[in-house]
């Protein structure tokens, strides 16, 4: 099975090994140019070699993987059975993708989109491909869970036939009704969220925050810890979108949260968030 990345960012990367990582699949990874794409490879690559480096991985099995995942155009994805999108967290940027793909992939293929918390209904509308919704968590490589997403017009068969793709490559799917957040972001990122008010409050440190949730709840990570992995821009956007879906005043994205994004303290990625990376 040909396999389309397209954004090879955080999730199109790490979700662009786990196809690479798999039989039988064939990965292509695309983004706004091979230039950004070959990026997005090579750091995921950088990740294999760490593997290799500690001894988790064989070199040979970190060159299969390499040689299985290659940088390519979205024009060149004509071949793909599947189109996995995880470009940018918004409507503006991903229908525009989703219609040009609509326009490149051969006839059966299916449309998937990794997106967090936009409308399958929305981003499918109007294309000749089935759509379907395919959220992978982050790290992609290590997360188990795939929530698989039905739109409006998302037929059972395409949902059995992600399901069967993401149990192949070693996932465990559940199949979720178009709902804003899905099951794990609606009660995840409100949890984030409050632990940035008890920050905000000065309740306490963000590292006691954190310590109490994982010592007084048995979490892995704390909230804030988690944010800062997952993006607060990814958070904030998450929380916008429960905000407005439901009309609900408790989904009110904290101040603090909305102030970081707007400082550029997104977490990880920019080096700083609740706490900074070096
Ligand atoms: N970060 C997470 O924890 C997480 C988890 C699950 C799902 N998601 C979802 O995955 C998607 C990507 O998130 P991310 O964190 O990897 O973002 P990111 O910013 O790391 O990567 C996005 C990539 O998309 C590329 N891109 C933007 N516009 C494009 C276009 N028109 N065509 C091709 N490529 C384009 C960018 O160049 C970039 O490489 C979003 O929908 C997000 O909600 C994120």
Known sequence: MLVGIVG??????????VFARA???????ADVDTVLATKGRDR????????????????TERDAIAANLVVADVADLGEADLVVEAVLETMAVKRPLLERLDG????GAILASNTSSLSITELGRGLTHPVIGMHFFNPAPVM????????????DETVEAVMAIARAVGKTPIRVEESAGFVVNRILVPMINEAVGELADGIASAVDIDEAMKLGANHPIGPLALGDLIGLDVCLAVMEVLQAE????????HPLLRKYVRAGWLGRKAGRGFYTYL
């Open 144 to 155: 188990k869970l795939v929530e698989v997403i039905a739109g409006a017009a998302t037929t």
């Open 8 to 17: 090879a960012g955080t999730m199109g990367a790490g979700i662009a090994e």
């Open 246 to 253: 439901t009309g609900d005043p408790k989904y009110r994205p």
């Open 44 to 59: 995921q690559l950088a990740g294999l070699d760490r593997q290799v480096a500690k001894g988790k991985l064989d070199q």
């Open 104 to 107: 490149v992939v051969k006839p």
């Open 23 to 29: 039989e039988g699949y064939t990965v292509r990874l």
